[in-house]
Nanobody, 118 residues
Framework: QVQLVESGGGLVQPGGSLRLSCAAS????????MAWYRQAPGKEREWIAI????????TYKESVKGRFTISRDNAKNTLYLQMNSLRPEDTAVYFC???????????WGQGTQVTVSS
């Protein structure tokens, strides 16, 4: 059974930084593109950053481009999201999962809350 465990969220002031981690168990990680998703209150979950299985290609939502960096360590089955220059509109619960979200995706983890506020 594949499990995804996100961590690293918290309360940060505008302009601050956080580094999120996603630890994956099972065989899903190294063979799939992975993504970070986020869900703000009252909004649908959306992908914000994608990385290919070999880590060579990344794609970002326009709203986070230039501020967030996705990376992965396949040896550790861990996905990362470095978030800089955080804004109040980045406040959301952040999740990781495969990309795209096919029927073989992992069950959603509990996510990690990021709150950007002064």
């Amino acid at each position: 059974q594949v499990q995804l465990v996100e961590s690293g969220g918290g309360l940060v002031q505008p302009g601050g930084s956080l580094r999120l981690s996603c630890a994956a168990s099972g065989n899903i990680f190294s063979i799939n593109s992975m993504a970070w998703y986020r869900q703000a209150p009252g909004k649908e979950r959306e992908w914000i950053a994608i990385i290919t299985s070999d880590g060579r290609t990344t794609t970002y939502k326009e709203s986070v481009k230039g501020r967030f960096t996705i990376s992965r360590d396949n040896a550790k089955n861990t996905l990362y999201l470095q978030m800089n220059s955080l804004r109040p509109e980045d406040t959301a619960v952040y999740f990781c999962n495969t990309y795209p979200l096919t029927s073989s995706r992992a069950p959603w983890g509990q996510g990690t809350q990021v709150t950007v506020s002064s």
